[in-house]
């Protein structure tokens, strides 16, 4: 007996039982099996490729694209390149996407809370609302959405809506003021930066004063005062070089000011209310998180129902209510390239088109993977960032 | 204890009777006050959303039921009469209710589809139900029986396999029986003691490799053109094969027997499936730009949800390895496709897989979405089964590990099943997701049922202003009685589970 346990404990391990050495041997085949899988289909596509007399390489980025695209924010026509084009659909997507997160929080939050209302009319609505929009189709709520209300619903520009002159709604779109900028402008904008900047330190002195004082400070209409009102001062400042270019109603449509496509309107729609069902269970899931003890000591400290609200019940909320929130903001941009279905011409829409005009399906892939990679990351980065800075500090 | 040390003064023997609840907290006012009316704000936003919600249920209903048409055989019986406002079209979605249901499937066949949805119901509907027993055979005939059913019953089967197809599996199923003595002997021993036929295996596998890169050349012999390599492939694998399996039933005795027999059933049931996917069954064969409808839905749905499972778990498992290449190639995966969007995906599978493929070889349309579907699906399987896994205390483990398991032991006898379990509701919540994601197949050219709806509603023959609203009405409510019993089911399943745990 003593000797077979001398046997072991002396002997090596043979190399096949040794668990470092089976790992190893394990991970080089794993990577021998992908790198010959990726020789074997580096072949084919360099061989299909050469076959169909391509190869691979973005010069043609630089040619000219040849189509319109009827919603630019940058100057774009068909005279310009491929690149160009791409930048374009890159910013729609993002326009798209940075409004409807917006929208769709906002919306989520009302129903969220609708849902835990104790008036049992609105429980009632905000949980039919949920469950109806989040069990239909994106897709279909897009078509639906663009098809009946845009299109059938609205008048054609000859009955269009008319508020005040100013606007225009009809099935060709919203006509709203576009603001031009003349020459001074930026004044403006420094009144935002010097307004930011005054908030922050405004926050912080507050903070420091009800740290040691304890009289707070009503930082948020403060700071959201200063943001509205330093641009201004900043403008007039300058001569108000904005001047507003309003829509002017002609005989069959208008011409002049900002048109909002119907394409634009129907995805906004839809993106933000499907979204929206998906924030509103995060955020009752949140609330509900918070145990009622913390809102009956809130009470028992003499804090009114809107202190308890916002400086105990909140801040724990948002912590279990920010990480799904990043899964489904990133859902929203991902989403957003529905719209290739109805036409707005986001980035998959405006990358297609370039694909069937140059038969680029390899680099507009990549250029896909890259950008909405790089803004998931991006998203996830801030998020990150942002649950980190609510998350509870423990001893 | 019979005389009393002391007098009860008083026990009550009756109950106390009833008293009414007080003043104001019975009867509808209370009901109304409490719920509707607590404060002015409250009693706004009720007599607010009321008003909406009254509205809203009054559009649909006049819409849907009391100006509907309802009978009819074209557009005309559909067009509002002058100065009205019309109601919904139901002849519109009679007609075309069986494209919706079963796209351009040749209506003489549609049994065939009906027949499949019903094995699938009738697999289902007991592998949800808890107290069913035979779950392990259930999922058996689910994952493996019915896939090749539904496959061969739809496109009508008798596939032409070739000599090559054959000998490709035969190949490949000699070359896992070399591993016989491995599993039954453990690595060492099943390699060592069986040295001649490791090598064969390798030197097989060797020109393999070879045959792939350089190309199946026929060489002429006595005036046949003979694949001399496939062939001498084959054979060395059948000697290896065969020096495997006696080494198992020499070395191992019964055990080795028992295993030895059960490979060999595994590899007739292969070679089964392979004739039962090449036989005749005379079926017209029905091609897959024909299929359509809620079963096109339905296929790449139950496809992907199905092929996204086993992917997923593994993926799942290589997240979690402690090996760090196996750990970064699946986390670079599941990241990868988690960021991008399914319509890329899809373009991606659509485009780019013609270009990785051969040149010659070609695949479906349906196919390739199909695979663009499953390996997006297992990115967001992974993640799901990852967090089952993650529930799993750490106890479990060392327990398999004291009773002497292996690593896959451990998994597949101990870990899986309880981590599958804790999963299975957000499963039921992927395959909801990807239900509704489904549609997006229409962007690469494939007709489900929103698909199907939308080309419908182009049709001149049914133009009219209420043709649309109708058939979006009853595209909803089927997309939403699947999703939310579906939803209910999961939640049902969750609920089950915390009340076990709870225990």
Redesign the interface.
């Known amino acids: 007996m003593t000797k077979d346990v001398t046997a072991i404990q002396g002997d090596k391990v ?1 190399m ?2 040794d668990p470092k050495a ?2 190893l041997a ?2 080089v085949a ?2 021998a099996i ?1 790198a ?1 899988a990726g020789l ?2 580096l072949r ?2 360099i ?3 050469s ?1 169909m007399g391509q190869n691979f390489g973005f010069a043609f980025l630089t040619k000219t694209s040849g189509f319109d695209i009827f919603q630019a924010l940058v100057p774009y026509s068909s005279e310009s390149t491929y690149a160009r084009a791409l930048a374009v659909g890159l910013l729609n997507t993002a326009l798209i996407s940075s409004l409807c997160v917006v929208a769709s929080t906002m919306l989520g939050f009302v129903v969220g809370v609708m849902r835990l ?6 429980a009632r ?1 905000g949980g039919i609302y949920v ?2 929009f ?7 709520q897009i ?2 959405w663009y ?2 209300i845009v299109l ?1 619903t609205l008048p054609p520009p000859r009955d269009a809506y008319d508020f005040l002159g100013l606007s225009y709604l009809s099935n060709r779109g919203f006509m709203v003021p576009r603001p031009l900028f003349g020459a001074g402008s930026s004044s403006g904008l420094i009144g935002l930066l010097v307004a930011l900047a005054a908030a922050v330190m405004l926050r912080r002195w507050a903070r420091r004063r009800l740290e040691e004082t304890g009289r707070s400070f009503p930082t948020v209409a403060v700071s959201l005062a200063l943001l509205a009102l330093l641009p201004m001062v900043g403008l007039l400042l300058a001569g108000l070089p904005v001047r507003l270019d309003f829509p002017v109603k002609t005989t069959f449509n208008f011409s002049g000011g900002l048109v909002i496509a119907p394409e634009f309107i129907a995805l906004f729609l839809a993106l933000s209310i499907y979204h929206a069902t998906y924030i509103a269970e995060a955020v009752r899931a949140g609330v509900s998180a918070v145990s009622r003890g913390q809102t009956e000591a809130a009470q028992a400290l003499g804090l009114s129902p809107a202190q308890a609200l916002s400086n105990v019940v909140v801040p724990q909320a948002l912590r279990v209510i920010i990480p799904p929130l990043a899964t489904i903001y ?1 859902g929203v941009i ?2 957003s ?2 719209a ?2 109805i036409g707005y011409p986001d980035l ?1 829409a405006v990358g ?1 088109t370039v ?1 069937n005009q140059t038969g680029r ?2 680099e507009i ?1 990549l250029i ?2 890259l950008v ?2 790089s ?3 991006t998203t996830s980065v801030f998020m990150n960032w942002f649950n980190a800075r609510m998350k509870l500090v423990e001893r | 204890m019979t005389d009393m040390s002391f007098q009860v003064p008083y026990v009550r023997d009756q109950e106390a009777p009833r008293l009414p609840p007080p003043e104001g907290m019975v009867g509808i006012a209370h009901w109304l006050r409490e719920g509707y009316f607590r404060s002015v704000g409250s009693g706004l936003v009720t007599l607010v959303l009321g008003a909406l919600a009254v509205w809203i249920a009054w559009r649909v209903i006049d819409f849907a039921v009391l100006r509907a048409v309802w009978t009819g055989g074209s557009r005309d019986a559909c067009l509002p009469a002058a100065g009205t406002a019309a109601g919904a079209c139901w002849p519109f979605v009679a007609d075309r209710f069986g494209q919706w249901l079963y796209g351009f499937y040749p209506i003489g066949e549609r049994w065939r589809v009906n027949l499949c949805f019903l094995a699938g119901l009738m697999l289902i509907v007991p592998m949800l139900t808890p107290s069913f027993p035979w779950k392990m055979q259930n999922a058996l005939l689910l994952l493996v029986v019915f896939p090749l059913f539904t496959l061969v019953m739809l496109t009508g089967g008798n596939f032409h396999l070739s000599i090559a197809d054959y000998a490709t599996t035969i190949g490949f199923l000699l070359f896992l029986t070399c591993l016989v003595p491995v599993w039954l002997l453990g690595l060492a021993q099943g390699l060592l003691r069986n040295k001649i036929g490791a090598w064969l295996a390798g030197v097989a596998f060797v020109l393999w490799l070879a045959w792939i890169f350089a190309g199946p050349e026929p060489v002429a012999i006595g005036g046949m053109a003979v694949p001399l390599l496939p062939v001498s492939i084959l054979a060395l694998l059948a000697v290896s094969a065969f020096l495997a399996v006696r080494l198992a039933i020499k070395g191992a005795g019964r055990p080795g027997i028992v295993v030895a027999a059960n490979w060999g059933a595994v590899c007739l049931a292969a070679l089964a499936i392979l004739v039962f996917l090449d036989a005749d069954f005379g079926l017209v064969t029905v091609e897959t730009a024909q299929w359509g409808g809620l079963t096109l839905t339905l296929v790449v749905s139950v496809t992907g949800i199905i092929a996204s499972l086993p992917l997923g778990i593994l993926l799942a498992l290589g997240r979690r390895s402690t090996m760090p290449v196996i750990r970064i190639v699946s986390i670079c995966f599941i990241e990868v496709v988690r960021g991008l969007p399914l319509i890329s995906v899809l373009f991606m599978a659509s485009v780019m897989l013609p270009l990785f493929l051969p040149p010659g070889v070609n695949f479906d349309k349906l196919l390739r979405a199909l695979i663009g579907v499953a390996l997006f699906s297992s990115a967001y399987m992974a993640e799901v089964v990852r967090g089952g896994l993650q529930a799993i205390p750490k106890g479990q483990y060392e327990g398999a590990m004291s009773l002497g398991l292996s690593h896959w032991q451990t998994m597949i006898k101990i870990i899986l099943p309880q981590a599958l379990k804790i999963a299975i509701p957000n499963i039921v919540g992927n395959f909801i997701s990807l239900f509704k994601d489904t549609t997006l197949v229409l962007v690469v050219g494939l007709f489900d049922l929103l698909g199907m709806a939308q080309t419908g509603l182009r049709d001149a023959s049914w133009a009219t202003p209420t043709t649309a609203p109708t058939g979006y009405l009853v595209l909803a409510l089927i997309y939403w009685a699947f999703c939310f019993s579906m939803s209910r089911y999961a939640t049902f399943t969750e609920r089950r589970l915390n009340s076990a745990r709870a225990r």
């Open positions: 043979p096949w039982n089976r790992a394990i991970q794993v990577v992908l010959v074997v289909i084919n596509t061989s299909n490729l076959r209302s104790k008036n049992r009319l609105a609505i469950e109806f989040r069990n239909v189709p994106l897709l279909l078509f639906v098809s009946l059938q990133m991902k989403n390239s529905l290739v279905a998959v297609g694909m399906a390899i892939v896909w993977m909405y990679l803004l998931s990351l």
